[in-house]
């Protein structure tokens, strides 16, 4: 989903691409402006969800684990 992140300027728009209008740039930055005062998630828009469906589980991880091949979990 994250993928094809360009800056604003560089979107080429198709034939039928409305460009965003300012009152919605106006709105993105103010989301920008309180999540960045108030801590990330402060706001969200609402196709985002409330909660997330997983997270990321380490406890099984070795404190090295990018410097010590010997410590990687095996999956056998």
Not at 63 to 70: A, G, I, Q
Request: glycine share 6%.
């Amino acid at each position: 989903m994250l993928l094809d992140l360009v800056p604003a300027r560089q979107v080429q728009h198709g034939l039928f691409d409305r460009p965003d209008s300012e009152r919605r740039k106006a709105l993105m930055v103010t989301i920008d402006t309180i999540n960045r005062d108030h801590g990330r998630g402060t706001i969200a828009l609402a196709a985002a969800g409330r909660t997330q469906a997983w997270a990321l589980r380490s406890a099984m991880r070795s404190p090295r684990f990018t410097t010590r091949w010997n410590e990687l979990l095996a999956v056998r």
